[in-house]
């Protein structure tokens, strides 16, 4: 199966600080990627579907100035949290979506951050 | 509201004897339903994709099936290997506009 790449798979950061995290998709062109995070034990929910060359699409509730999402080509999204702090420790996951559709949606391997 | 429910939470089977897990949803446009599957600290694995009533997909030891409220996944003859976090998404779609909406999983154990 197609295979998507995020990197890194840990970061811990200080308070007050930004983190980048990305998401690559290696051999398919991804003209959807979306991020999620997920805290212990709960679903996987969606925080921005970004379309490539054009502004994301934030779910309600997620601030789109502390989570910033560029979608710069067809291979590469990225996810930086702005001035993180504590709360925003958790476990956040991008996927993709080639060009064919709705078939399926691969997910990387996922990047957990914590904000001391 | 849209709502995607798995049960059990969590489900404990000794090596061998086969279960199902469900998921039922509420959603209003469905495309298409997903099983994944998640190990710790890591994103989730695609199982299968299903799109209609009737519909039934096997893989090895798993076969998920579909109906117009829920869907199961069946686990024949389950190994240590299959101890995993199972996780069930419906896409919804809204003018154009897709999503994966996540049950929150089962957690199977396998033990020898």
């Known amino acids: 199966g197609a295979v998507v790449s995020q990197h890194p798979s840990r970061v811990i950061c200080k308070s007050g600080t930004s983190v980048k995290i990305e998401c690559r998709s290696l051999d398919f062109q991804a003209t959807t990627m979306f991020w999620y995070r997920q805290f212990p034990k709960q679903s996987l929910m969606l925080m921005a579907t970004?379309?490539?060359?054009?502004?994301?699409?934030?779910e309600q509730g997620v601030e789109k100035d502390k989570f910033l999402i560029n979608h710069a080509s067809l291979t590469l999204s990225t996810l930086t949290v702005t001035s993180a702090h504590p709360e925003d420790s958790s476990f956040y996951i991008c996927?993709?979506?080639?060009?064919?559709?709705?078939?399926?949606?691969?997910f990387g391997q996922g990047t957990r951050l914590t904000v001391v | 509201e849209d709502q995607v429910t798995q049960s059990p939470e969590a489900l404990r089977l000794q090596e061998g004897e086969s279960s199902s897990l469900n998921c039922s949803y509420t959603?209003?446009?469905?495309?298409?339903l997903f099983w994944y599957r998640q190990d710790p600290g890591k994103g989730p694995e695609f199982l299968f994709t299903l799109y209609s009533a009737g519909e039934e997909k096997e893989k090895e030891r798993l076969k998920a099936t579909l109906t117009k409220k829920e869907s199961f996944l069946h686990i024949t003859a389950p190994k240590p290997e299959d101890s995993a976090t199972y996780l069930c998404a419906v896409l919804r779609g809204s003018g154009g506009y897709n999503k994966l909406i996540f049950g929150a999983g089962t957690r199977l154990a396998v033990h020898p």
């Open positions: 959603v209003s446009g469905l495309r298409g």
């Open positions: 996927s993709a979506r080639d060009a064919g559709g709705w078939t399926e949606a691969f």
């Open positions: 970004s379309n490539e060359g054009s502004k994301a699409t934030y």
